[in-house]
């Protein structure tokens, strides 16, 4: 909690569970499908430390998205400097992004202007596999989902009428035939201690019409 020294300190809560491979990577979706708030850090002996691979030592990192496709499971971070990124597999300068187009597609559409921008920006890619051999902590902070997270979005960059006119058909689309009034209203997510309970099935019909976001059941 914080304090008047400190108004902006939360604190973390060890516990005692234990996971690793196939448990942790679908906990890992589970979380990110709840929407809840994920950081990783690598220990250090002593304050942060700059490594050869482009990450740091004993700093938090911000978890952003944990996808897989075509059998490639990868998780976006963010180092919170806007700097200093993963320079490994997957990274923004990694040739696997070439190598295998149809993820490139899927997961990051845009890298020819993030190439044209500047690319450390300090959000990155890289591979399960190497987030598990290199990091040593994972903080979650759940979050609870239901029919409260519904809300209408107006688009009001596409002007006045359009911008609303055109949020309300997508609206009416999620919500009638894309199940989102449905799954907010019966199928909201609880944040609870039993961190295997999270639901992990899913339709992957649905999922294509939602433009390959997972659609709960």
Known sequence: MGTREQPRKCGLRATAESFGGEELWSLLLGYDRAHAVLGASISSGGGEERRSDGLVAGHAYAVLQ??????????QLRNPWGAFEWRGDWSDHSSKWKEQPEIKEALWPERRSKEADGWDDGAFWMGFDDFCALFTLLDVCDRTTGVRDLAFALDEDDGCLRGPACACARGCAR??????GPRALYWGHQSSRDTM?????????????NGGEPVLL
């Open 197 to 209: 309970a999270l639901p992990k099935r899913s339709c992957r019909c649905l999922e294509r019409c």
């Open 175 to 180: 919500f009638w035939c894309l199940c989102h």
């Open 66 to 75: 944990c996808r897989e496709v075509l059998g490639v499971r990868l998780m």
